[in-house]
């Protein structure tokens, strides 16, 4: 099996990859919102498809990137069903198997840093990813999203503890430059958990930790919540994948959004066919991504054509160009027309 530990050093978060060398399908755990370019460069360097997004936690220190790689790579995210994201194309129990080539990994639900906390078993490998439910000497803070100490020192003693001594234990995150540990090593040394403590004696740690409020958790949990995705427009994807708005929100909501609209339609179509929708800029389908290297890539962008095939090519070119905000207007102008609305001749 192929397997590689990431870092994000703002963070100070663990991705994980994961692959059959044969079928080269892959698997990331906890993925970063900031390093898709790097995650998607690795996957296309190493020849893998990408199959599944395994989040360990809706997290409160960053924002995933399980949305965007859905729409770019078509990735299915996985996700507690208790985490209470609906986006989840797998909301996942306990006991749950997650399949990638020759390869399983079976879901663990621990909850107690969040409600919402799973640990993913690697048992053909001997390993096991613990997000942030335990962590090398220490363990995930529970005062936050219906955290609760007693529930968090059950599920490592009932869930991992119980796995075998050597296997591997590789944590969401490390703060001290370690990269993994085992079950065996955290029994006897983990400070809060380890060593015979006993429930009262972790509830009493954890009581006093007095930690501060979070610095990014106002940010990550509504995106989280939402596979990363920042909920800028009522989004529906189509089958093949397009993100697509409807026109009336085109319409009524797209300036207050600050999206520009871009229209891929050919030249003679923009200036004869069924006219144009105001304040849209025409960018022939052809030209869309040698125009795109001047944009920036966290612009709000929406996409229109004759009827919608077209925008939603363009669409899911410019996300996998790296582009986080793009969506294709359903029906494009025949739509739009059909619908009344205004248009510039």
Known sequence: MLFRQLFDKDTATYTYLLADEETREAVLIDPVREQITRDT?????LDLKLSWVLETHVHADHVTSAGTLRQRLGSKTVVSKNAGVGCADLAAGDGDLVRFGKHEIEVRLTPGHTSGD????????????????????????????????????????????????????YPAHDYKGRTSTTVGEEKKHNPRLGGGKTVDEFVGIMDALNLPYPKKIDEALPA?????????????????GVPEVTVRWVFEEAADASAKV?????????????????????????????AAKSWDKNDKIVVLCRSGGRSGQAALALLREGFSHVVSMRGGMLTWIDAGYPVDK
């Open 118 to 169: 799973a640990t993913f078993v690697l048992r053909d490998e001997g390993k096991a990813f613990t997000g942030d439910t335990l962590l090398i000497r220490g363990c995930g803070r529970t005062d936050f999203q219906q955290g609760d100490a007693r529930m968090l020192y059950a599920s490592v003693h009932d869930k991992i503890f119980s796995l075998p001594d050597d296997t591997e234990l």
């Open 224 to 240: 989280n919540s939402n596979c990363g995705m920042v909920p800028w427009a009522p989004v529906d994807n189509r089958h093949d």
């Open 41 to 45: 460069s690795l996957l296309e360097e």
């Open 262 to 290: 871009v229209d891929v339609r050919e030249l003679e179509e923009w200036n004869h066919d069924l006219g144009r929708v105001q304040g849209a800029e025409h960018v022939p389908l052809a030209t869309v991504l040698e």
